[in-house]
C-alpha cells in the first residue's frame, strides 16, 4: 500500500488505521504504536530536520542505481539525527542487476541493512544490528582495497574519527598528492579527519602515554579509523634513527612497538586499522626496504594477537582470519 501513496512534504494523511506523514525523501508510516520511514529518494537535509530524535522502528531504503555505500551514508545520516532506534529494522528495495547478488548482500549486512522478499513486513523477526568489535585489523597488499574495505566498516556510523598516520601531500608529489585526494573523497564530510603530528625527527621514541595514537585510543568517543599502520612505522622508524642506521635504533623500536600494542590493547572506543602486508612479493632490493617490511610484519602480527578480528582483503574481498573454516581432514587416512 505504502508505495501507492504520496502525501506531499508536510502533509499527513491516514489509511486503513495507518497515519501518513510525507517527507521530501518519501513518507514516515505509523501503525500502532510503531513508525516506520519509507525513503524512495536519497535522505536529504530536510528530511533529517523533520525526522530530529524520531526514533522510528525501521527504514525501507531504496538503494537504485546508488553505489552501495550511498544508501550507508542514508543509514549514518539518520542515526545522527536519532531518527532511528538503536534496534531499527533496515531494509533495502529497488535492488538492480548492475550489483552482484551476494556481494551486495554481504555489503548490506555490514551496515545492519537487509534485503528480503516482497510481502515481508518491517520489523518481523529482523536480526540484531551487528557490532563492532573494539579492535579490527584490516591487512592487505598494496591496492588490495583494504582502505576501502575498512571505511565500509564504518560507513553506516553517525560519527567517526579518521587517523591519517601519512605524510601529508606537500606538492611535490603529484602521484602521491592523487592517491590521498582518493582517499579524502571517499569519506562523507562529517568524519573528523585528524592529520598524524608526530614528530619524525627526535632520535627519541615517545613515551607511550604521549603518543597521538594512544591519546585518542584511550578517550572515549566514536569508533576511529586509522590508516595506515606502514605510515605509523614509517614516521616511528625515522624517530629511531633506523635509516642510518644509528646505534640503539633498534631497542628504541621495540619501544615504540610495545607502546603501540600497549595503547592498542587499552583502547576504550571502536578501532578499525589498516595495515599493509608488504612480504608477499619479492625481496626488497634495499636494506631500507627489508627494515620497513619486518617492522611493519612484526606490528601487525603484534596487533592480531589483540584484536578481536583481524582480516585480510584481496581484490576487495574480505577473509575473515578468525572465522577461516577448519582444514578438510577427511582424506587424511588414505594418505
Known amino acids: 500500500m505504502l508505495d501507492q501513496l ?3 512534504p ?13 517527507l521530501p525523501a518519501g513518507l514516515v508510516a505509523g501503525h500502532d504504536g510503531r513508525a516506520v520511514l519509507w525513503a524512495r529518494r536519497p535522505i536529504g537535509p530536510s528530511d533529517l530536520d523533520g525526522l530530529a530524535e524520531a526514533g522510528l522502528d525501521g527504514a525501507v531504503l ?8 550511498a544508501l550507508a551514508h542514508d543509514v549514518a545520516l539518520l542515526r545522527r539525527v536519532g531518527a532511528l532506534a538503536p534496534d531499527a529494522d533496515l531494509i533495502a528495495v529497488g535492488l538492480t542487476h548492475d550489483h552482484a547478488p551476494s556481494r551486495l548482500v554481504e555489503r548490506l549486512a555490514l551496515w545492519g541493512v537487509r534485503v528480503v522478499a516482497p510481502g515481508t513486513g518491517v520489523g518481523v523477526g529482523h536480526p540484531a544490528p551487528p557490532r563492532l568489535p573494539r579492535r579490527t585489523l584490516v591487512l592487505g597488499p598494496a591496492s588490495s582495497g583494504k582502505s576501502a574495505y575498512a571505511e565500509d566498516l564504518l560507513a553506516a556510523a553517525p560519527e567517526v574519527s579518521y ?22 573523497v571517499r569519506r562523507p564530510a562529517w568524519w573528523t579527519t585528524i592529520e598524524s603530528t608526530e614528530p619524525a625527527e627526535s632520535m627519541e621514541p615517545l613515551e607511550s602515554a604521549d603518543t597521538e595514537v594512544a ?18 612505522v614509517g614516521t616511528a622508524l625515522t624517530r629511531c634513527g633506523a635509516w642510518e642506521d644509528r646505534p640503539g635504533w633498534s631497542q628504541l623500536w621495540q619501544q615504540e612497538v610495545e607502546g603501540m600494542v600497549q595503547a ?5 572506543r571502536p578501532v578499525v586499522a589498516v595495515g599493509e602486508e608488504t ?5 626488497p632490493g634495499t636494506a631500507s626496504g627489508r627494515v620497513f617490511r619486518d617492522a611493519l610484519g612484526t606490528l601487525t602480527r603484534r596487533l592480531a594477537e ?6 585480510v582483503v584481496v581484490a576487495g574481498r574480505a577473509i575473515d582470519l578468525d572465522r577461516a573454516p577448519e582444514p578438510d581432514r577427511s582424506m587424511e587416512a588414505l594418505s
Open 163 to 184: 587517523l591519517a598516520t601519512s605524510p601529508a601531500a606537500d606538492g611535490r608529489d603529484a602521484e602521491w598528492a592523487e592517491r590521498i585526494r582518493r582517499h579524502q
Open 10 to 22: 508536510g502533509d499527513t494523511l491516514e489509511r486503513d488505521g495507518v497515519r501518513l506523514l510525507g
Open 62 to 69: 531504496d538503494l537504485g542505481d546508488r553505489e552501495p555505500r
Open 264 to 268: 592498542w590493547r587499552a583502547c576504550r
Open 306 to 311: 589483540q584484536s578481536e578480528r583481524t582480516l
Open 6 to 8: 504520496s502525501p506531499a
Open 279 to 283: 612480504g608477499w612479493g619479492v625481496v
Open 215 to 232: 591519546r585518542l585510543l584511550a578517550t572515549p568517543g566514536p569508533p576511529v579509523l586509522l590508516d595506515s599502520l606502514g605510515g605509523w
